[in-house]
């Protein structure tokens, strides 16, 4: 059939389809409900397993650092406090330097085959960490895992904008950051299994590592193989699918991932101040995420053994999880204000560490609860990337935007574990959480208004927004053709 026949069946089979033709674009039938419900279905069934489960892995990888401390770590490679909070920050400081040779990489090869490659080389070096025998060997070893993951992040946050429509975006982030939760709960009961078995002939905390790092690779060799870049990639879809997923992508005027990289993207990334408070967010939002690693060494401190301690631990993990579906469904009730959710979730970990710097090592189980709130930094996490997805546009514009972001992200996971050196109650980290919570309080009503204000202009222009797909021109592969920024497409509106 050519592809002159071929459309014309796809047209007539639209219209003998029951239900409303929701999305029509330049030469193209529309779609169904039913149709769209259908193909989302299947994103969910494959798109999101593949990320849920690397970014599983991935944060697995990075708490078992906290694991490995209370089971002799620190012991096993004589580290001071200081070189402890150092193998912390040098994971980060890998991935900071990592981000900028990303940024172009992601915008000019395909991008979950280089994310793929990059999981597999990660796993790798994860086995790698029970090798070492002093800091110095640790410490590089850390260095490298931090540069090697550092894609995984900003191009999670590509993919699910490249998959899905805005308002698709805050559930679907927070089904991926979930994951950060799940491996919290799952690695304290991994590290507890592995720490009872007392027959191990070598220490239990590098049992762990070799056992991340060997899971990592299967799942790197297996998102490699059968993740798709895209809807013309989409080998779980039919060709009528794949028509609808375009159209879908063209309701947002979306243009899926394109190998280029501009330049004047890049000028106007670089000049946008949305841009900036988005890498704000990621200095502020991390820079009390110490408090996952040190975490346990708190409940430590307070008599318990190290099983007992792994066993405490992990409901911080269900209570993020919690949290974090607790600001999903307020957004979902109230869908343009998500900057209103984000600054209901900061409440809840402020307290948490307000808790944490006035309780007595007494209050046992207050510490305990105190930590697991102060843990529950995904939440506000989950949203601000949600709403960085959502409102930025153009290849090589969001890329840079998600980097920012991560690039604040290791700034902010860099700095933040030197201030946690004085145990048992780490006093100056505490602080610095309190005071960071406050700032991101700050720069989140700063970008609402940015927003809104941006907003208001454009209307003032008299120029509509909303889903505008019969406008958008087509390419040969089904995606829409110009590669606009959001400052370009004068009919986009940014969420808020």
């Not at 204000?337 to 809840?348: F, M, S």
């Not at 606009?484 to 969420?495: A, G, H, S």
Request: glycine share 8%; proline share 4%; charged share 15%.
């Amino acid at each position: 059939m050519d592809s002159s026949k071929e459309h014309e069946s796809f047209k007539n089979e639209a219209q003998r389809t029951s239900g409303e033709i929701i999305g029509v674009c330049e030469g193209y039938a529309g779609y169904t409900a039913e149709e769209e419900k259908a193909v989302l279905r299947k994103i969910d069934m494959v798109i999101l397993p593949f990320m849920c489960f690397v970014f599983f892995l991935q944060y697995l990888d990075k708490q078992s650092l906290s694991y490995a401390a209370v089971f002799g770590l620190r012991d096993d490679l004589n580290l001071t406090s200081s070189e402890y909070s150092w193998t912390s920050s040098i994971f980060y400081v890998g991935q900071l330097v990592s981000e900028y040779p990303f940024i172009y990489l992601m915008s000019r090869l395909p991008l979950t085959k280089f994310v793929g490659a990059t999981v597999i080389v990660w796993g790798a070096i994860c086995m790698c960490l029970a090798a070492p025998k002093n800091f110095a060997g640790f410490a590089a070893v850390r260095f490298l895992l931090g540069f090697s993951e550092g894609a995984v992040s900003p191009a999670f946050v590509t993919i699910t904008s490249i998959w899905y429509r805005k308002k698709e975006h805050t559930t679907r982030t927070a089904l991926w950051i979930t994951m950060n939760g799940v491996a919290q709960v799952v690695g304290c009961l991994l590290m507890y299994g592995i720490g009872k078995n007392g027959s191990l002939s070598i220490a239990p905390w590098r049992i762990l590592f070799i056992v991340c790092g060997a899971l990592t690779v299967v799942a790197g060799i297996g998102f490699f193989m059968l993740m798709p870049n895209g809807p013309k990639d989409a080998w779980f879809l039919n060709a009528r699918e794949k028509e609808v997923l375009s159209l879908r992508l063209a309701q947002d005027r979306e243009g899926g991932d394109k190998t280029s990289f501009s330049l004047a993207q890049l000028k106007e990334a670089m000049l946008d101040p949305k841009a900036w408070m988005v890498f704000w967010f990621g200095v502020l939002v991390t820079m009390q995420s110490p408090v996952l690693t040190f975490a346990s060494l708190v409940i430590q401190s307070i008599g318990y053994s190290k099983l007992d301690t792994m066993l405490y631990t992990a409901p911080s993990g269900a209570v993020q999880i919690a949290m974090l579906w607790i600001g999903t469904a307020l957004v979902y009730l109230v869908p343009r204000q998500r900057t209103l959710v984000v600054l209901a979730l900061i409440i809840p970990p402020l307290i948490g560490c307000v808790f944490l710097l006035k309780l007595d090592v007494s209050a046992q189980w207050g510490l305990i609860v105190a930590s697991w709130m102060a843990s529950c930094i995904t939440a506000p996490w989950s949203i601000l990337l949600s709403l960085s997805a959502s409102n930025v546009k153009g290849n090589t514009k969001r890329s840079i935007v998600n980097t920012m972001f991560f690039i604040g992200y290791c700034a902010g996971c860099i700095g933040g574990p030197q201030l946690w050196t004085h145990s048992p109650r780490y006093t100056e980290g505490v602080i610095t959480g309190i005071v960071t919570w406050c700032l991101l309080f700050v720069a989140v009503i700063v970008y609402r208004v940015l927003c809104t204000m941006d907003n208001k202009n454009r209307d003032a222009e008299g120029i509509s927004g909303g889903d505008m797909a019969r406008e958008v021109e087509l390419d040969e592969n089904g995606l829409p053709r110009n590669d606009l920024t959001d400052k370009e497409d004068r009919q986009f509106r940014y969420v808020w």
